[in-house]
């Protein structure tokens, strides 16, 4: 009876994984399809400039290849789920990620209303995975943008780095004015 029950656990925790990772690939995916559906939509509203045109193809080709990423990443979360393959961790810095994520969501910000903004940008150098940290940045922008009170709604990034019980300390900071999260 316990191998049994032990065993119907372990295969409810699989579904709960498959569950989850289905949400955070829909979730994923959204933000680069809102941001290609509002370029897309506002460039035919009416006649534009070559280069207005050329504008918009570039927005929608990179947040094409920011797809094509996501789905790489996926699959490679995947892999890691089941243990075959790892992050490729590296000295970063924050302040770039942060840079490339603005550019990326400021037409989502845009169409929401929102005020999406650099605040006091320094260097953040840290070793970890590019891909992740911009993908998780990516979700808290979006659900920032998201969440954001409609009056004065206004995203803020930050980094910095300071030392912090003797060993350098790099920290990234979103700041909005949405109701937060619960602990």
Not at 85 to 96: A, F, G, P, R
Request: charged residues 25%; hydrophobic residues 35%.
């Amino acid at each position: 009876a316990n191998t049994f029950d032990q065993m119907l656990s372990r295969l409810q925790s699989a579904f709960d994984r498959q569950r989850q990772f289905t949400a955070d690939a829909s979730h994923e995916l959204r933000t680069p399809l809102a941001v290609i559906e509002l370029e897309s939509n506002r460039t035919l509203q009416h006649r534009r400039t070559t280069e207005e045109y050329e504008k918009t193809l570039r927005i929608i080709q990179s947040e094409n290849e920011q797809m094509g990423r996501l789905v790489n990443e996926l699959l490679t979360l995947a892999r890691m789920d089941g243990k075959q393959t790892s992050m490729v961790k590296q000295e970063i810095d924050l302040c770039d990620i942060v840079l490339d994520v603005l550019e990326r969501m400021t037409p989502l910000a845009l169409k929401k209303g929102v005020k999406l903004e650099a605040g006091s940008i320094s260097e953040a150098p840290v070793y970890g995975d590019a891909g992740y940290l911009s993908q998780m940045l990516t979700n808290l922008v979006g659900n920032a943008i998201k969440y954001s009170r409609a009056e004065g709604a206004q995203v803020v990034l930050e980094t910095g780095s300071q030392n912090w019980q003797g060993r350098p300390f790099s920290w990234l900071k979103v700041v909005d004015n949405g109701p937060g999260i619960a602990p």
